[in-house]
């Protein structure tokens, strides 16, 4: 069975710029949630891909954005980067689908810098 | 709104000591679930134990148990003979059932000294 997995591991960007991250989920998910992790914080949830559609987003911006595909995997795109932005970016997969009570197994995560 | 606290920022004991992590947490719901999650310096969150709110029996995985008080919303994680493997963050986490978002506390560092 193949875990959660993330790329790239690590990335430096320039303020303005735009960042794409990926995941892929464990085998049997279908359902990926990204989660943004500020140094010293816990995860903060950013929203949640279902059958390719978002299914509930926390607070954060527009720039803020994601796909699904049909293979589960799923994308966060972030546009308009600001320093702010540098944290540790998790996906996390599950199954169950909108049940919602179904572990959510966490990738290794992205670490973003801004500059 | 959830909110979930953790008040101790860092932690240290020696190995094979025991160790309890505190939490609270916020809520008006009724049923939701619970959660430890630890994340090493490998920054992979790892799921340490669960419980669900409906359930008054404290859950329990090997060294690790939880102390689940209901109406004192709390929910303290106790580590038993800790081991140098047990160094990690410490993340209480909070979901309400049917939710799709984990809601996380600040987390806690824990050192095992050798």
């Known amino acids: 069975e193949t875990g959660v997995t993330q790329s790239p591991t690590h990335l430096i960007k320039t303020r303005g710029q735009q960042v794409t991250l990926r995941c892929s989920s464990q085998?049997?998910?279908?359902?990926v949630s990204w989660y943004q992790q500020a140094l010293g914080q816990g995860p903060q949830f950013i929203f949640q891909y279902y059958r390719e559609e978002e299914n509930g987003r926390g607070n954060f911006p527009p720039r803020f954005s994601g796909l699904q595909f049909p293979n589960y995997s799923s994308e966060l795109n972030v546009n308009a980067l600001e320093l702010d932005d540098s944290a540790l970016y998790l996906c996390?997969?599950?199954?169950?689908?909108?049940?919602?009570?179904?572990?959510?197994?966490f990738g290794p995560g992205t670490r973003l810098t801004v500059t | 709104a959830q909110t979930v606290t953790q008040s101790q920022p860092e932690m240290s004991v020696q190995e094979a000591e025991t160790v309890t992590l505190s939490c609270t947490y916020d809520?008006?719901?009724?049923?939701?679930?619970l959660f430890w999650y630890k994340q090493p310096p490998s920054r992979q969150m790892i799921l340490v134990i669960r419980q669900e709110a409906y359930k008054q029996q404290n859950a329990t995985e090997n060294r690790f148990s939880v102390n689940f008080q209901k109406a004192a919303k709390s929910f303290s994680l106790k580590i038993s003979d800790s081991q140098l493997g047990d160094t990690a963050m410490y993340f209480c986490a909070f979901r309400i059932q049917g939710a799709q978002k984990l809601v996380f506390g600040q987390g806690t560092r824990l050192t095992i000294n050798p």
């Open positions: 085998s049997g998910h279908n359902t």
């Open positions: 809520t008006s719901e009724n049923n939701y679930y």
């Open positions: 996390a997969s599950s199954g169950g689908g909108l049940a919602g009570n179904y572990e959510q197994y």
